[in-house]
């Protein structure tokens, strides 16, 4: 691909962020008193906000802990560089379209540890998948605390569906070799010394992948997948009471779920809209009005965007990491898709 091709595409791929967003935005914010909106932002209390970014950090600590098992395969690595690159990858993908802040976490990490930055963008798309499964099972761990729509239901069926098949397919097929196949069909028909970097790439990334098939790494991954997602629903509970909303822990839980399925879809950098809209969408489940829900979608967007970015553009200039960040602005194909 050229780069006038390679600009076209990602032109048309960030105006259908910016669109998807825009109208997220739009009817999450459609019809509202506004300044009744801003009137709950005053009420707001501080305690249960410090307490919530506390609860935000804490789970991204765990979320980087369990990251190290996922590197197994490929290094062993305390758990203090992975947060550092974890809480840079958040930061990149609040501050940069296409979830390049993935590709920000694992070029950062591939720097700091002198391991092959595919391997590790393999460990952060298999991380995703664990997310997205402890995330598809909530409704159904809360059947007798919540009571939820159809809709709900059907399709944290059909993305659970998808990812499980996605991880028992991965397992099967690198246990019997398949991948090696795949890899070898795939670059045939390509010249000889771009193959080659291609198979290099490519193996490298399966490698990253293979955490799950590590011996005494999967149930370890299991159990922290569950512990990171309790945290983070922590800190969506107590902005609830930051806000004096009178919802329980596990309507947090299932707020984080609808905008856990919100931000799947293409979205501007920080997912704005997207996340205020769904946060909306989850909140009406529970009987809040527009304007408090819109209200508690800022909060919550806002406690996450101002210290995290902070704290990640901190870990940037500490870590020397100026040009790697440019370097992900500069390169085609680093994007993992859209949203």
């Known amino acids: ?59 991204y600590w765990i979320r980087a802990y369990r990251w190290g098992y996922l590197l197994l395969p490929v290094k062993q690595i305390a758990t203090r560089p992975l947060f550092r690159s974890t809480v840079i990858g958040f930061m990149g ?6 979830r390049a802040g993935e590709v920000m976490r694992a070029v950062s990490i591939g ?6 930055k595919a391997a590790a963008l393999g460990s952060i798309v298999l991380e995703r998948v664990f997310d ?59 010249p000889l010394i771009f193959a080659q970097r291609v198979k290099s790439i490519a193996a490298e990334f399966l490698r990253g992948m293979k955490g799950i098939n590590h011996a005494g790494a999967l149930l370890p991954v299991i159990l922290l997948s569950f512990i990171c997602w309790f945290f983070h629903g922590l800190y969506f509970f107590l902005i609830f009471e930051a806000l004096h909303f009178e919802l329980s822990f596990w309507a947090a839980l299932i707020i984080q779920m609808v905008i856990g399925l919100g931000v799947i879809l293409p979205a501007a950098p920080g997912y ?42 901190f870990f940037v200039l500490r ?21």
Not at 150 to 175: D, E, H, K, S
Not at 324 to 330: C, D, I, L, P
Request: glycine share 10%.
């Open 1 to 59: 691909m050229n780069v006038l091709k390679w600009s076209q595409t990602k032109a048309l791929r960030l105006t259908l962020c910016l669109v998807v967003s825009g109208v997220c935005l739009y009817l999450a914010a459609r019809g509202m008193d506004f300044a009744q909106t801003m009137q709950g932002l005053k009420k707001s209390s501080p305690t249960p906000i410090l307490g919530a970014v506390f609860f935000l950090f804490l789970s």
């Open 93 to 98: 993908n609040y501050l940069l379209a296409f």
């Open 111 to 116: 720097q700091n540890q002198n391991i092959s």
């Open 132 to 190: 997205g499964v402890v995330l598809s099972l909530t409704p159904f761990l809360m059947l007798s605390a919540v009571d939820l729509p159809p809709w709900v239901t059907r399709i944290n069926i059909a993305f659970l569906a998808l990812y499980v098949v996605g991880l028992v397919g991965f397992v099967i097929a690198t246990q019997r070799g398949w991948t090696e196949a795949w890899i070898e069909r795939g670059t045939a028909l390509l």
């Open 272 to 313: 704005v809209g997207n996340f205020e809209y769904f946060t909306v969408l989850g909140l009406a489940l529970f009987g809040i009005a527009q304007e408090a829900a819109f209200a508690y979608s800022l909060l919550a967007h806002i406690c996450q965007f101002i210290p995290v970015t902070a704290v990640g553009l």
């Open 319 to 339: 870590n020397g990491f100026q040009q790697q960040v440019e370097a992900v602005g500069r390169q085609p194909g680093l994007g993992l898709g859209s949203g």
